[in-house]
């Protein structure tokens, strides 16, 4: 009846229903300047929790640059990012009486990092370690867990992508996919909130990208959160939930995998027929 759909609605409310309908990331109006080339010009971006959001565009588009800013890599020139409602980079304070932004130091926004997990196109293995001790690298001597459990989660997290066998093999050893799973696996072992793909297949040989996507498709079916910068419009298609397409430093378009089959924009139609 009427009154009991109130009555759940307000009990889902209290009851942490709120928070899976809290945004993961939130982007509101962000832009970004290097000197005086501004490089988003106003990018807003809503990714719920257990999503996949899939980012496309041409290259110089700002793709990496919006990465990079919801992992500080680089600061905002204006616009904020929240992560689960948490401010990004800043502490609101009032002074005087007026609201204004605070930066956090450095302490404060390694700690907002770590909730993200990133993976790059090249996948920056230290390359005298093994896939092991790569993975167990971050956990041992940033979250200063003891050797014996980050081993046991870093095989956990190899085997996860498929690299059980090849756990004391050197980079040099690997495959391009395999040296990117663990790439993976190393930003899994710090158990992030979310995690952020660029280009991730983008170095690989054309063989090698399935495997890559693979491992990416079974952590988005297990519940991850992700931003995915990618050119891989079949993967896209296939796990995106949300599809936003960048041109020139601005969401040109955005919506479900649907608008693969019904793009609206004229510079996403150029775009797919270029790609596909
Ligand atoms: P995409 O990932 O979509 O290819 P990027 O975010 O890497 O685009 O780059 C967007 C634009 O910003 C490009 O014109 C690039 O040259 C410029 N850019 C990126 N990083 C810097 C930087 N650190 N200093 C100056 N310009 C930069
Ligand atoms: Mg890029």
């Known amino acids: 009846s009427f009154d009991d759909a109130q009555i759940d609605s307000s009990d889902s409310g209290q009851a942490g229903g709120a928070e899976s309908f809290r945004p993961a990331v939130q982007a509101v109006g962000v832009q970004k300047s290097f000197g005086s080339l501004q490089v988003l010009k106003g990018v807003d971006m809503t990714v719920m929790p257990g999503t996949v959001t899939v980012i496309l565009g041409p290259s110089g588009s700002g793709k990496s640059t919006f990465l990079r800013l919801i992992n500080q890599l680089e600061t905002i020139s204006a616009g904020t990012i929240t992560i689960d409602g948490e401010l990004i980079g800043f502490?609101?304070?009032?002074?005087?009486?007026?609201?204004?932004?605070?930066?956090?130091?450095?302490?404060?926004?390694?700690?907002?990092?770590?909730?993200?997990?990133?993976?790059?196109?090249?996948?920056?293995?230290?390359?005298?370690?093994?896939?092991?001790?790569?993975?167990?690298?971050?956990?041992?001597?940033?979250?200063?867990?003891?050797?014996?459990?980050?081993?046991?989660?870093?095989?956990?997290?190899?085997?996860?992508?498929?690299?059980?066998?090849?756990?004391?093999?050197?980079?040099?050893?690997?495959?391009?996919?395999?040296?990117?799973?663990?790439?993976?696996?190393?930003?899994?072992?710090?158990?992030?909130?979310?995690?952020?793909?660029?280009?991730?297949?983008?170095?690989?040989?054309?063989?090698?990208?399935?495997?890559?996507?693979?491992?990416?498709?079974?952590?988005?079916?297990?519940?991850?959160?992700?931003?995915?910068?990618?050119?891989?419009?079949?993967?896209?298609?296939?796990?995106?939930?949300?599809?936003?397409?960048?041109?020139?430093?601005?969401?040109?378009?955005?919506g479900g995998p649907e608008i693969f089959d019904n793009p609206k924009e004229p510079r996403f139609k150029d775009f797919l027929n270029h790609v596909l």
């Open 91 to 254: 502490r609101p304070v009032t002074k005087h009486g007026e609201q204004c932004l605070q930066a956090l130091n450095e302490k404060e926004i390694a700690r907002q990092r770590e909730r993200l997990g990133m993976v790059f196109q090249r996948f920056n293995l230290f390359p005298h370690k093994t896939a092991l001790e790569n993975v167990m690298e971050a956990p041992v001597h940033v979250a200063k867990e003891s050797r014996s459990k980050a081993r046991e989660e870093a095989i956990a997290e190899l085997t996860r992508v498929g690299l059980a066998e090849r756990l004391d093999y050197y980079p040099s050893q690997l495959s391009g996919g395999q040296q990117q799973r663990v790439a993976i696996a190393r930003a899994l072992a710090m158990h992030p909130e979310i995690m952020l793909f660029d280009e991730p297949t983008s170095a690989l040989d054309p063989e090698l990208v399935g495997e890559v996507l693979g491992v990416m498709r079974s952590l988005a079916d297990g519940g991850m959160t992700m931003i995915v910068v990618t050119h891989e419009v079949g993967f896209a298609r296939e796990v995106g939930d949300q599809i936003v397409f960048m041109d020139g430093g601005v969401v040109v378009e955005k």
